[in-house]
């Protein structure tokens, strides 16, 4: 389990990093919400994107649905909506997906906007 924990957060790193240099900000990272959590929250011009990072250590990846379930999907929203209310955001939100796929030293890097509607 600590090997797939150190390559989720190794993912989110350059998730983040990614990010960044697209001119977003991070506002938050690992934002907790009934005891699960948003990886990464940024905000770019008058977006603040919601992002789920998913990392692989394979190119054997599926459809976003085989990660973003049903379930996930209505926790993102609900998460989504009591951010933008207890930080007073008044922009759109858009639901991204960032997926990692390292393979040795190296990785791969893909950027989904608006993930829900893929």
Request: proline share 1%; hydrophobic share 40%; with cysteine.
């Amino acid at each position: 389990m600590a090997a797939h924990n150190e390559l989720g957060k190794l993912g989110e790193n350059i998730a983040a990093k990614r990010l960044v240099s697209e001119g977003y900000k991070i506002l938050e990272r690992q934002w907790r919400f009934k005891h699960k959590e948003i990886d990464i929250i940024a905000k770019k011009d008058d977006i603040l994107a919601i992002v789920e990072v998913k990392t692989r250590s394979s190119e054997q990846f599926g459809g976003v649905s085989d990660f973003i379930t049903p379930n996930k999907t209505k926790f993102l929203v609900e998460a989504a909506d009591a951010y933008a209310r207890q930080s007073n955001t008044k922009c759109e939100i858009r639901f991204d997906a960032i997926v990692i796929f390292v393979i040795g030293d190296e990785y791969k890097v893909e950027h989904i906007e608006n993930v829900f509607f893929s």
